[in-house]
């Protein structure tokens, strides 16, 4: 028996709120999450200007602060999210002894979760302090000596990017299947494709599945900048995402954390779960290419589309709307137009598609799941999220990319792509839940 997989809650913490409801507000109203660099002096960098998440207080949201205090930004973000879909779906996360009958044991976690921030201070200091001039190598006792009065070891143990799922299992109790991965940018849409596949086959009732990420550090920016990834628009933070835009010239990185509750229909039902829509299809695939480009026929992402059709039993002319990867960097943009369009053929001109990032920026390890999120809106409002920026179309992508305004549209069935580093390709389908609906 294969079972049915439905969405109860959801919650995120990103550059444009706190909420999927701020989330969904920032995207109608035409708000941008990007602006100057705070978290640390960008001044001498290339991109000077990022999408931070502003003003989110942790302790405001969970009673138990103390377990989680130490974990890192990626981390806390994930927590709030949590916070938030686990309240929607009806899982008690208040008390010592839930009160909400849920199997613990049956209830799982699968975060797309990026690894934390090196602490750059102690470390370079350790690395300065442990240094012997005269012998040209690194006397180690005098760098273990100077590294132990800087580094925290709980500090160096919340840059484990398994850690986010651990304080969320600390903050549900969940006790069931935990997984978590780090395919870069498809890495909450792989952990929510692969929650549901486990919940479809019996490894779980109920999946808290998402993703977190903070890359927002001297390392992470600068890694980013030497590929060329990032734009340089120093001038113009917020209108510096435009993606299918002829003068993109790179994506703006954020960070944040998302989370959505899976669970099978009949423990929704059981529960008097509210359902916010379901899971219906998942494709994943490798372009087994090259480690930062996409395949330039883009053999990956049509692999990743065509498999997640297919799982949800659909054809292209089912597909009412695309939340596409989008990251404004002109290689993606340029590739990704081709896989739908390698797709979905002349169909691929009648399926309306855009791009969150444009607003909220590149949330990394967080986005897929993220986006997910204005997926379900979509459905819910009847509202596709525009894509921002778009002021000087690129004429070689030439599809419908809801430029520069919301739009009304019939949404039954929506699809979110993501594509990442090292070649990944996840793609998730779900659908408007019909109480009446056998399949």
């Known amino acids: 028996m294969k079972h049915r997989v439905v969405i109860t809650g959801m919650g995120v913490v990103c550059p444009l709120g706190h909420s999927a409801d701020q989330l969904w507000n920032g995207l109608m109203s035409g708000q941008s999450g990007a602006d100057y660099t705070t978290l640390f002096d960008a001044s001498t960098f290339p991109t000077q200007f990022d999408a931070e998440v502003k003003g989110f207080d942790l302790s405001r949201c969970v009673q138990r602060y103390d377990l989680h205090k130490d974990g890192n930004r990626g981390t806390q973000f994930a927590l709030g999210a949590c916070v938030q879909a686990c309240r929607q779906a009806g899982i008690d996360i208040e008390t010592d002894a839930p009160t909400d009958g849920i199997n613990r044991q049956r209830m799982g976690i699968y975060l797309g979760a990026g690894e934390g921030p090196v602490n750059f201070e102690p470390f370079f200091e350790a690395?300065?302090?442990?240094w012997d001039e005269q012998a040209r190598q690194v006397n180690w006792p005098r760098w273990t000596q100077v590294a132990l009065s800087g580094l925290s070891a709980q500090n160096e143990l919340e840059q484990e990017p398994n850690m986010p799922a651990a304080h969320l299992a600390l903050l549900t109790g969940a006790r069931g299947v935990t997984r978590s991965c780090l395919t870069a940018c498809a890495a909450s849409t792989q952990a929510v494709g692969e929650a549901a596949m486990l919940i479809r086959h019996g490894k779980a009732e109920i999946m808290i599945a998402g993703g977190a990420h903070s890359m927002i550090h001297p390392l992470g920016v600068t890694g980013f900048n030497r590929l060329t990834a990032l734009s340089t628009r120093n001038d113009s933070p917020q209108t510096a995402s435009r993606p299918f835009s002829a003068t993109r010239d790179g994506f703006v990185i954020g960070e944040g954390g998302a989370v959505v509750i899976l669970e099978t229909l009949e423990s929704a039902r059981k529960r008097g779960a509210t359902i916010l829509a379901e899971v219906i299809g998942f494709g994943s695939s490798n372009d087994a290419f090259r480690v930062t480009d996409m395949h330039d026929q883009a053999r990956g992402a049509c692999q990743a589309l065509r498999a997640a059709i297919k799982d949800a039993d659909l054809t292209i002319e089912d597909i009412d709307y695309i939340s596409t990867h989008g990251t404004?960097?002109?290689?993606?943009?340029?590739?990704?137009?081709?896989?739908?369009?390698?797709?979905?053929?002349?169909?691929?001109?009648?399926?309306?598609?855009?791009?969150?990032?444009?607003?909220?920026?590149?949330?990394?390890?967080?986005?897929?799941?993220?986006?997910l999120i204005t997926c379900v809106k979509a459905i819910h409002e009847q509202t596709l999220p525009p894509t921002m920026n778009l002021n000087d179309p690129d004429p070689k992508l030439d599809l419908d990319y809801v430029p520069n305004a919301p739009r009304k549209a019939a949404v039954e069935i929506a699809l979110n792509e993501s594509f990442g580093f090292g070649g990944q390709n996840n793609v998730v389908i779900i659908k408007r839940y019909h109480e009446d609906s056998e399949g």
């Open 328 to 371: 404004s960097t002109v290689e993606n943009d340029a590739v990704e137009t081709l896989a739908i369009k390698t797709v979905f053929g002349q169909q691929a001109y009648n399926v309306p598609c855009s791009s969150p990032k444009s607003q909220m920026g590149h949330l990394i390890a967080a986005t897929g799941c993220a986006e």
């Open 127 to 130: 690395l300065i302090g442990g």
